[in-house]
């Protein structure tokens, strides 16, 4: 990942990729009266569906081609509670910085009466009426039409104070069911799939919550337009209390915003905010806090998922262009009280940086699985090109935590390798070093670490096994995962491993003793037999000490040779 610098009194940076032909246009939306920076602010090219928007601090990124930047095209900014703005991108210097601003709305709550479309209900409350008007119009609100989206999807992780995880890719996905009413999950109405990631190794030691390797059906489920699994207006509404907070505008049309919380705390709950666009009595933003406590004889979870959805409008339809989730889960350990909880942050965001309404391309895989995802190489001219969400200088820790264990492009570049296990040992060129030296003679290896010793007794090779490996008819061949030399030699003396009959060796894969524990940890120690052409042959051979024939090395070696 390239790392992100930002200077404070630059607003906008455009620098040309003159191979690529690409401009990439850096800059930061402010609000025109209070200089603040606008979040969540939508840049589109044009009137239809390709472009950015602002992280946390109003800054985005966008990349765009050269021929771009004349008189008929234009830059579209839009955001809830703001005046809608265009500029020409010919209006652009590319030589020069410029600042972004937008107009904040002038809407007060007392300039609009809201009525619901169901005035003859004997519903006095206006704010439930509301809400259940804009349920009622989901099926004429949302995308009803085959789409192909694309978006940028990042995933991270902190523990305590630092981060430990982190995730990017390159996501489209279509809609191949277009039936009005909700499912319950998006694989149900989606495909998915993934060209391009890059991801850091996972440092996070907070067992009780296991990491699914890309996290779509969790966050798009979050589309209340869409989805019933994650969505309390789903539920009974008289287990809520609603009122309206205030009024507001997006793109010229009045939002009414409403508040909402359980009226009796519960082991789940829920409560928000949602934005109503009175016009077509559509949701524009969703705000939903979720609490949970778990609770068993072991350990206790209590966790707070923050989960904001936003979303755009193209030919009268909306659909989801953002959806961002932040997590924080604490765990106390009941059998351990004097032991201090463990605290786990996870954020999960989505943009939709491109969105192709009536398409005739199909995706019609599911949410991709660990395996699929190591089938992915990483690929840095790729990210050199592709809109991403820009990031915050809050987020530049993240890359210096990682980076401070190993290189995060060293990172990016062999996560899906190494998560390959043992195969991913064994091709790397350190160990083909090694086997290299035992060619044209069926090898016997044993991987392990100062952190997962084999037991002695298992080792210790059979005497059949010892007079071929006399007669050099096959090798037992010791490698140590280990960093340090110094501990790697003593443990081979403390646990008898300096045996005439054991060739050792040690190979540093230069990632640190950490990042290799956390992939190998639960492979180490590995027994496997290479064969003649440094093939693996077996992967649950005898252990040495129960070799009780030479005929196990004379097949192995036939079968190498396609006898």
Request: aromatic share 12%; hydrophobic share 35%; net charge neutral.
């Amino acid at each position: 990942m390239r790392r992100y610098f930002f200077i404070f009194g630059i607003i906008l940076n455009i620098s040309l990729f003159a191979q690529e032909d690409i401009v990439i246009l850096k800059g930061q939306i402010v609000d025109s009266l209070t200089n603040e920076p606008v979040p969540f602010a939508n840049i589109r090219l044009n009137n239809f569906y390709y472009g950015t928007a602002t992280n946390i601090e109003g800054r985005f990124e966008l990349k765009l081609k050269t021929n771009r930047f004349t008189s008929e095209n234009e830059l579209r900014l839009s955001c809830i509670g703001y005046v809608s703005k265009r500029i020409s991108l010919s209006e652009i210097d590319p030589l020069k910085y410029q600042k972004l601003i937008l107009k904040a709305s002038s809407q007060q709550l007392n300039e609009v009466v809201v009525k619901g479309e169901r005035a003859k209900r004997r519903e006095t409350n206006q704010a439930k009426t509301l809400i259940m008007d804009a349920i009622d119009r989901i099926p004429a609100n949302k995308v009803r039409s085959k789409y192909l989206a694309k978006g940028f999807y990042r995933h991270y992780c902190k523990e305590d104070t630092a981060y430990v995880r982190l995730t990017e890719a390159a996501i489209d996905y279509t809609q191949n069911d277009v039936k009005p009413t909700l499912v319950q999950i998006p694989q149900n109405r989606l495909g998915f799939g993934i060209k391009h990631l890059r991801r850091s190794y996972d440092y996070t030691s907070f067992a009780k919550l296991s990491h699914p390797p890309i996290s779509l059906n969790f966050l798009l489920s979050n589309d209340i337009n869409n989805y019933e699994f994650h969505n309390p207006l789903r539920k009974n509404l008289d287990n809520y209390e609603f009122y309206i907070s205030d009024t507001t505008n997006f793109e010229q049309d009045q939002v009414v915003i409403i508040e909402f919380e359980n009226k009796e705390k519960k082991q789940l709950s829920y409560s928000g905010k949602i934005y109503i666009n009175l016009r077509d009595k559509a949701f524009i933003r969703a705000d939903f806090l979720e609490t949970q406590i778990s609770t068993n004889k072991v350990d206790s979870i209590h966790s707070i998922v923050d989960k904001k959805v936003f979303y755009d409008r193209i030919n009268g339809r909306y659909y989801a262009n953002r959806i961002i989730s932040d997590v924080t889960a604490t765990h106390h350990a009941l059998t351990h009280p004097h032991k201090d909880p463990i605290a786990h942050k996870s954020h999960v965001e989505l943009m939709i940086n491109e969105f192709i309404p009536k398409t005739k391309e199909l995706i019609e895989s599911e949410e991709p699985s660990e395996e699929d995802l190591r089938e992915i190489t990483y690929d840095s001219a790729f990210w050199n090109s592709y809109i991403v969400l820009e990031a915050t200088p809050l987020e530049q820790k993240i890359i210096d935590d990682l980076s401070s264990k190993v290189d995060l492009q060293k990172q990016f570049k062999s996560a899906n390798a190494l998560k390959d296990g043992v195969q991913s040992l064994i091709q790397s060129a350190e160990c083909q070093n090694v086997l290299n030296q035992y060619k044209n003679t069926p090898t016997y290896v044993i991987f392990w670490a100062k952190w997962k010793i084999p037991n002695y007794y298992e080792v210790l090779p059979s005497p059949i096994m010892r007079k071929l490996i006399a007669k050099e008819k096959v090798n037992l061949v010791m490698i140590s995962l280990d960093e340090d030399e110094e501990k790697w030699l003593l443990n081979r003396e403390v646990y008898g491993f300096d045996n005439s009959s054991i060739n050792h060796h040690r190979i540093d894969l230069g990632y640190g003793e950490e990042s290799i524990r956390n992939f190998f940890s639960d492979i180490l120690p590995d027994f496997l037999v290479i064969d003649e052409n440094g093939e693996i042959v077996d992967h649950h051979p005898p252990f040495p000490n129960q070799v009780m024939s030479k005929d196990y090395f004379r097949n192995i070696s036939q079968a190498s040779n396609g006898n």
